[in-house]
């Protein structure tokens, strides 16, 4: 994983604006919407609080603009807070509420930090 974050930095130090669109606020409201489900929603306000950090992007298609970014989500959850390191994809769109769409994170470290959320808050 180090190798990954180590190439992903290379790679935002060039493309400093894409990479603060890995990091933007609507970002991290579109990745914090995928553990919103079920009775997590509940706990939303609690939620406002997180944090997308250490990101960087790993790789960018030419064709489409799609990003591919790694980044550490830390969400409060009770009396501590968890976190993990969430690999996603986003894309640039023209009409839309935010600048850039979420399209899909890697299953394993979504489900991973989900778990590990779930079990924080007791569920």
Do not use: H
Request: glycine content about 8%; proline content about 4%.
């Amino acid at each position: 994983m180090l190798a990954v974050l180590g190439a992903a930095l290379l790679l935002s130090a060039c493309a400093k604006k894409e990479a603060e669109a890995c990091a933007s606020p609507d970002v991290k409201d579109q990745l914090m919407r995928i553990f919103l489900q079920g009775a997590i929603t509940e706990r939303s306000p609690e939620f406002k609080d997180s944090a997308l950090r250490d990101v960087a992007i790993l790789e960018k298609d030419p064709d489409s603009g799609v990003l591919s970014c790694v980044g550490t989500l830390s969400v409060p959850a009770g009396q501590q807070v968890v976190e993990g390191v969430l690999q996603y994809r986003i894309a640039p769109v023209a009409k839309s509420d935010y600048d850039y769409l979420l399209l899909d994170t890697a299953g394993a470290n979504t489900t991973a930090l989900a778990q590990r959320l779930g079990k924080a808050l007791g569920q």
